[in-house]
């Protein structure tokens, strides 16, 4: 397993320099709203309403960026039926899937040491 930034770009190049595409994917997939959504859509899909609920604090702007961006990143897909009243689903591509198999522990470390952290801070 690859642990240190300078094996990082030893095995990719120079990855994580400005202006590179990697520092763009990690702003939309680890921002705080970014990964909220993603960690809502591994358990399945969801609508809109569905997903406003799940995560908790985010507005329907935001909700709307953040599904956006993630739409064109092809990390999440939206599902529109042409029904009345209109019905769009949300739910992790491939490469979605993909990338919570890798997150989620970090998701479940910062699940069991956030209360120890922030007392100590």
Not at 35 to 57: C, I, K, N, S, Y
Not at 63 to 75: F, H
Not at 86 to 93: F, G, K, Q, S
Request: some cysteine.
């Amino acid at each position: 397993m690859t642990v240190s930034l300078a094996e990082i770009r030893a095995a990719s190049g120079e990855v994580f320099t400005e202006g590179c595409p990697t520092r763009v994917v990690l702003d939309h997939i680890m921002s705080k709203w970014g990964v909220l959504v993603l960690l809502a859509l591994t358990d399945g899909t969801h609508r809109w309403g569905e997903l406003r609920r799940e995560v908790q604090g985010i507005s329907e702007k935001m909700l709307a960026s953040t599904l956006r961006t993630l739409e064109a990143d092809g990390i999440v897909a939206r599902t529109s039926y042409p029904e009345v009243p209109p019905r769009v689903e949300y739910a992790l591509t491939d490469l979605g899937r993909e990338l919570m198999e890798h997150m989620l522990p970090l998701v479940q470390w910062v699940a069991v040491r956030a209360d120890g952290i922030v007392q100590e801070a």
